[in-house]
């Protein structure tokens, strides 16, 4: 029974808007590919092909699959054309040539990089379209496949990214906060790119995913994974509470005294009812608006008040949210203080890294194993 149940389709994890989306991506990357051919290129076949409705899949349906990238598709398309010809001209319209130009298509596409299933196809329409495609010669290659792909291409383009998708699909790391070659402090541990180069290598099978996508989800699977083990520690559970903070108009040398006295590296900037406007921090002070070098001090700036050099765009946490969710933005982001506002904004608590790091400690998360 299990061997039969592995015919049924498994279930597919897409939202309503991509379902929408590589529908009307399709139907749209198909209309203006057609009107494009028949009113340019000409109006009888074949200056549109019929693989190009399965690259339309490809590219509006699944624009982050490696097989839908552009060389993928011109190169793919191309290399096939220009090979199922060549088996059309030495073997004839047979059956023997389409396998041939199949198989030699295939084995092209990877040689080359730009494995692209309606490739395929498009070597069996070389071989099989008929005289209106055996009378083109190498010239079907060039129009309508060339000139199809490349219309295609170029509304996929378009279209996906004014939808927000990004395509071509290339993986955008998130820069180092401080700007040096090191890993984030999140990926310097765990399995590391040698890992999956090495994971995939013994897998023995071409996976439809891009490798950095596929590091990238099994992150967050690692992360949902600690939300469900640890997710009933909360920032309420690891706050300060009695948060020192100053006000937007109170003065530079008031912030300063205050940062010494309780020898803390930021205070939060809030109103006289406890909403959050802001944060000033060291950095401010010697690296911000106020000081243009690091020997300047608060009474020599320009500035006059703390509003004048606080950061007003300011990352916030709320007091039921789960611990786990800010390991991240601490740990790559950059971030070393975070204000926990209620739902009126006002400033309830503080959790800074040594809060963080010492209820991981605490939970478990961060303890060594221990030896036999």
């Not at 802001?278 to 243009?292: E, K, T």
Request: hydrophobic share 45%; proline share 7%; charged share 15%.
């Amino acid at each position: 029974m299990s061997w039969l149940r592995s015919f049924l389709p498994a279930p597919l994890t897409v939202g309503r808007r991509e379902i929408w989306l590589a529908c009307v991506g399709a139907g749209l990357g198909l209309l203006g590919t057609e009107w494009l051919s028949h009113h340019v290129l000409g109006s009888a076949n074949p200056w549109f092909i019929a693989p190009m409705g399965a690259s339309a899949v490809l590219l509006f349906a699944v624009p982050a699959s490696p097989l839908a990238q552009p060389w993928s598709i011109v190169g793919g398309n191309l290399v096939s054309a220009l090979i199922g010809v060549s088996c059309a001209l030495w073997l004839g319209p047979s059956g023997l040539a389409a396998g041939l130009a199949g198989a030699l298509a295939i084995s092209a596409m990877f040689a080359l990089r730009c494995l692209h299933p309606p490739g395929g196809a498009v070597a069996l329409t070389a071989v099989l379209g008929g005289p209106a495609v055996s009378q083109l010669g190498y010239g079907f290659a060039l129009w309508p496949v060339a000139a199809n792909s490349c219309l295609m291409l170029l509304l996929a383009l378009l279209f996906n990214n004014l939808m927000q998708r990004r395509y071509p699909h290339q993986h955008a790391p998130q820069p180092h906060p401080h700007r040096t070659a090191d890993l984030p402090p999140s990926a310097r541990l765990g399995f590391t790119q040698d890992d999956l180069d090495a994971a995939l290598a013994g897998q023995g099978e071409l996976l439809d995913i891009n490798k950095d996508d596929l590091e990238e989800i099994l992150t967050r699977a690692q992360l949902h994974a600690s939300r469900r083990k640890w997710g009933d520690v909360y920032c309420r559970d690891i706050m300060s509470r009695d948060v020192v903070h100053i006000g937007p108009r109170d003065s530079l040398d008031a912030a300063w005294e205050r940062l010494a006295k309780h020898k803390v590296k930021a205070l939060p900037v809030a109103q006289e009812d406890g909403t959050l406007v802001g944060i000033v921090s060291l950095h401010d002070f010697f690296i911000g608006h106020s000081a243009p070098t690091s020997r300047m001090t608060p009474a020599m700036s320009t500035a006059r008040y703390v509003e004048d050099i606080m950061t007003s765009k300011v990352r916030v946490a709320r007091p039921e949210q789960p611990m786990v969710d800010l390991v991240g933005l601490f740990s790559d982001g950059g971030l070393h203080h975070m204000p926990v506002v209620d739902a009126q904004h006002r400033v309830v608590g503080m959790i800074t890294q040594s809060d963080l790091v010492a209820a991981l400690f605490k939970t478990g998360i961060g303890k060594p194993a221990q030896a036999d």
